[in-house]
C-alpha cells in the first residue's frame, strides 16, 4: 500500500509540512520517496517582449531548484528515509499537468503536496495547483493544509 509517493516542493513551508507528511507515511508503509520539483519559466517564455535576457534567470531558476530538491532530500534522509529527487523545467503548460505527468511515468501509488486551500476570487483567477493534480491524477492525492489555516478554526 503506498510504496511509491510523490511529493511536488516548491520550498515553501506548506510544502514542507506535505514533505513531513510523506515521510510520516513513507516510514509507517515501508516505501519510497520521489521529490520532484518543477522550474516555472513558463512566464519567462510567453513574454519575450519585456527584454529582459531569460537565459541567466532560467539558470538561476534551475539552481534554485536543486537547491530545494536536495535540502528536500535531506529532511527525509535525516528521518530514516531515502528519497530520489526530479527536477522539471516547464516553458509551456500548468505546473501541475507536470506533476500528474510525473507521478504517471514513476507508477506513483500516491501524491502528497501542499495547498494553500485560498477560496474567493483570488482562486477563481488564478487557480490551485493542487486542485488541478487532484482532478488530473489517476492515484490519491493527499492534500496538506497550511498551519496557518489551521489556526484560524
Sequence with gaps: MYERILVPVDGSEISTRGLQE???L???????????????????????????????LVE??????????????KVAVAAGVNAEVVLHENFTGRVADLIVAEARKWRAELIVMGTHAH???RHAVLGSDAEAVLHGAEVPVLLVRSSERKAKN
Aim: avoid cysteine; glycine fraction near 14%.
Design 60 to 73: 538561476d531558476f534551475a539552481e534554485g531548484g536543486k537547491e530545494i530538491l536536495e535540502q528536500a532530500r
Design 119 to 121: 477560496g474567493g476570487i
Design 22 to 24: 510523506a515521510i510520516k
Design 26 to 56: 513513507s516510514k509507517a508503509l515501508g516505501g519510497q520517496l520521489r521529490l520532484v520539483h518543477i522550474v516555472d519559466d513558463s512566464a519567462l517564455a510567453l513574454n519575450p517582449e519585456t527584454g529582459i535576457a531569460a537565459a541567466p
